[in-house]
């Protein structure tokens, strides 16, 4: 019994593979010492396999079911790191669209929530300090490009960023009425910025 070394959960460490199990190697012995990972869960898993006389030695036994297949682990992670991504759904949605999968990995509705909200946040686009930069923001970032609609250069050189849904822009030559609402002030660090809501039959928005 020879361990696989694979990549562990942080950049640099890794994880030992001994038959279905996983360990971490413990640094304190002098001789090559594998602890299975589960030991520092509420299961407080016993097993340690020392190397002896150029085998490996496993001491007791463990005392929890077989860990998920790392592989398969692997591709959870990554289906849930693409929905978090290019989809609107909530981190629960996800977790019902991959049950099977997160269920067969134990992974627990709230792991999927941490996962999901952390992968989002790490995929905002950038704050922005200027106006033209908030405009590349929201043509790129995969959430917000699929309402940009164009730049509006008004004749005094203030300038618009129009978002509207593709559908409901089908619909303003019907109009024949537009509220206007400004709903709030301040966007992202650029104090002079406005959001206007255009009420009409449908909702779209100019921010300027
Ligand atoms: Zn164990």
């Known amino acids: 019994m020879m361990p696989i070394t694979l990549p562990g959960k942080f950049p640099g460490s890794s994880v030992y593979l001994f038959g279905p199990y996983t360990y971490h190697k413990d640094k304190r012995c002098k ?7 589960y030991h520092k869960t509420h299961h407080k ?11 490996y030695v496993e001491k007791s036994r463990h005392n929890h079911p077989k860990p998920p297949n790392i592989e398969e682990k692997k591709k959870l992670h990554r289906m849930i790191d693409d929905g978090s991504i290019e989809t609107n ?12 999968s997160a269920e067969k990995s134990q992974m627990r509705p709230s792991a999927v929530k941490v996962r999901v909200s952390k992968k989002r946040i790490a995929n905002l686009p ?9 405009k590349n923001s929201i043509s ?14 008004a004749e005094d050189g203030s300038t618009a960023i129009m ?15 537009i509220l206007i609402q400004q709903t709030y002030e301040v966007l992202f660090k650029i104090k ?5 809501a255009l009420l009409i039959n449908f909702i779209f928005s100019f921010i300027c």
């Open 126 to 134: 950038v704050e922005p300090q200027y106006f033209y930069e908030l």
């Open 45 to 55: 898993c016993p097993v340690v396999i020392k190397k002896e006389n150029n085998n």
């Open 192 to 196: 002079f910025l406005k959001l206007l």
């Open 89 to 100: 759904l909530s981190a629960k949605e996800i977790f019902n669209e991959l049950r099977q």
């Open 163 to 177: 978002l509207c849904q593709e559908e409901l822009m089908k619909h303003i030559g019907e109009v024949k009425e």
């Open 140 to 153: 790129t970032y995969k959430k917000t490009s699929c309402l940009f609609r164009g730049i509006i250069e």
């Open 31 to 37: 001789i090559p010492s594998y602890r299975c990972t």
